[in-house]
């Protein structure tokens, strides 16, 4: 683990000042003499209902009916007692049941018994949380996805709801918007403040009477989204996956303003644009995300969903992605992408991970290279490993990560992980065909991030033919500027995770392997420079948990100059 630097001691001197004001600041608002200022408690009158874009599952009730309560990969046995009354499993489980996302697969069960029991365990919530309170239920980030449920199907909670059911509803709605427009500041950085900024323009343009403050809403979500979405629509955190949970809300709030006969903010359209784009640019061939920076399963149904609701016709349409710091080859049926990027700024680094020039590597809808991904939040003794650069397709040296963790209390309550640092200069070029007489695809990249530890660079170059079926790599390992010799021999490992649903031969006497894919294609692999070998990996981002598959490394020592070549070449 990393000590922190003198530079960064002091940015985070300045995080935690500013916390710490942030605080004293939603406290003074939420006293009695300012609550005021965020209209009515009482929701009265709910002007529109927004879009739930999420999928839904039916069986969520039958599953309630023989007393299980599943939320975020974890299971509670009811027993007859409440959901509020157990003890959660886990973090993510109380975090998931105390924002009511549930509801969703409630009402698309389509019974009346469904719905009383979510109108029940709702009005419960309001009785037993009244007034208010700490902890996990009244965190910025909590309240603002309930309110996003709530909203969303205030129709299915509502509908013939008796005057104590629909007044401690609408009680409880007013309270919790205005006591998270006095509390959002307190929300941790990065997503869950997006969130919370989110949900009180959702408010404010749903309940009656709170237009006055929309104004105010509006200039703070712009704000926050020109902090959290890059000019080229990627997350700050690097974290291409964060981009679908973002639009799913996004999305449904854009069409509440236009349902209002409300301008859409430009800040927001904008951003929703960029992030659409950023979306199609992180699609592998499957319609998956590429595994990059604490991206694992993304939900397919939900990235179609965005997709349609979006404008586009669902393909790439950028060239690169400088902000984000990904580069994108695609050849024929062949595509590349690649990690261009340095580590994100220390307090969106908490899901980042150390696999930067590593790539992932699909043709047609078939995937060939991934990276290991990231686990599911339940799986937290995984988080490490997948991080480390040995669960990525890159170069790893003296049995060190590229990047560092970085141990800091303060720092992973803000991030919600140990966030790393390293690299801190990438530098990259891409080549298309017909450019400086190029007949192939040409990436370019190297990294600092072995220049602190064994004063070492990282280099790599891919070249992908016009056709698609010739994927050519060199990675070189040297000094910065001059030659290097190092006092003793370094090891390293080159990775090639394969795909769980590829296959890998024995070693052939022409030095090759064969890799099978599923429609029966078949990519050789050789490589020269180092010793290859076949070795177990793990792929962490499926749905069923970590799963064992195969990888290709090759090994050896350098003493501060090596060179590596390898290629791939389909059928």
Not at 417 to 446: M, Q
Not at 449 to 476: C, K, M, N, P, Q
Not at 496 to 521: A, C, I, K, N, R
Request: aromatic share 8%; with cysteine.
């Amino acid at each position: 683990m990393a000590r922190l630097s003198l530079s960064e001691r002091a940015r985070v001197t300045r995080l935690a000042a500013e916390r710490a004001r942030r605080r004293i600041v939603s406290r003074a608002l939420y006293s009695r003499l300012l609550r005021w200022r965020y209209g009515s408690t009482v929701a009265d009158q709910l002007l529109i209902i927004p879009q739930d874009l999420r999928t839904r599952d039916p069986s969520f009730w039958q599953e309630i009916q023989v007393g299980q309560f599943g939320l975020a990969g974890s299971l509670a046995i009811l027993d007859g007692e409440s959901p509020f009354s157990v003890r959660p499993p886990s973090q993510a489980w109380g975090r998931a049941l105390h924002g009511f996302g549930w509801l969703r697969h409630l009402e698309s069960a389509e019974d009346d018994e469904a719905q009383e029991a979510a109108r029940r365990l709702v009005v419960e919530w309001t009785a037993k949380y009244r007034g208010g309170g700490g902890g996990l239920p009244w965190r910025p980030e909590v309240i603002a996805r309930r309110l996003f449920s709530w909203i969303t199907h205030a129709g299915f909670l509502l509908e013939d709801a008796d005057a104590r059911s629909y007044d401690a509803i609408s009680e409880s709605l007013g309270f919790q918007l205005v006591r998270l427009s006095a509390s959002w500041r307190t929300a941790p950085v990065g997503p869950p403040r997006l969130l919370s900024l989110m949900a009180i323009v959702l408010g404010d343009l749903t309940i009656a009477d709170h237009e006055r403050q929309l104004a105010d809403a509006e200039r703070l979500l712009a704000s926050e989204l020109a902090r959290q979405i890059l000019p080229d629509g990627g997350h700050i955190s690097r974290n291409p996956a964060l981009l679908v949970e973002l639009l799913l809300d996004l999305l449904p709030l854009s069409q509440c303003f236009v349902a209002r006969n409300r301008p859409v903010p430009k800040e927001m359209s904008s951003a929703i644009r960029r992030a659409l784009g950023m979306l199609r640019y992180m699609r592998m061939g499957d319609g998956s995300l590429a595994r990059f920076n604490g991206t694992g399963l993304a939900d397919p149904a939900h990235i179609a969903t965005v997709l349609a609701y979006g404008a586009g016709n669902g393909r790439a349409q950028m060239e690169k992605a400088p902000d984000s710091g990904y580069a994108r080859i695609e050849a024929d049926r062949t595509l590349v992408i690649c990690d261009v990027g340095a580590a994100p700024p220390l307090e969106f680094a908490g899901t980042a991970h150390a696999g930067c020039l590593s790539f992932e590597l699909s043709h047609g809808p078939y995937l060939i290279l991934v990276n290991g991904g990231a686990p599911r939040a339940r799986e937290t003794e995984w988080m490490t490993k997948a991080r480390a650069t040995v669960s990525h397709n890159t170069l790893c040296l003296g049995e060190k990560s590229s990047s560092k963790m970085v141990r800091h209390p303060f720092l992973e309550d803000l991030a919600g992980a140990y966030p790393i640092r390293y690299p801190n200069v990438v530098s990259w070029e891409l080549t298309v065909p017909g450019v400086d007489a190029s007949s192939s695809f040409i990436l370019k990249a190297r990294h600092d991030g072995y220049v602190h530890r064994f004063g070492l660079i990282h280099e790599r170059t891919l070249r992908l033919s016009t056709a698609g079926l010739r994927l050519e790599g060199v990675d070189r390992i040297g000094g910065r500027t001059a030659s290097v010799r190092l006092k003793k021999d370094l090891p390293y490992s080159l990775h090639f995770h394969l795909h769980p649903e590829v296959g890998v031969s024995e070693l052939s006497d022409e030095g090759y392997l064969l890799l099978d894919l599923p429609d029966g294609t078949a990519w050789r692999f050789r490589a020269s420079g180092a010793r290859l070998t076949v070795e177990d990996g793990i792929y962490f981002a499926d749905s069923t948990g970590p799963l064992r598959t195969r990888q290709i490394v090759l090994r050896g020592t350098t003493f501060g100059e090596t060179e590596i070549t390898w290629s791939l070449t389909g059928n």
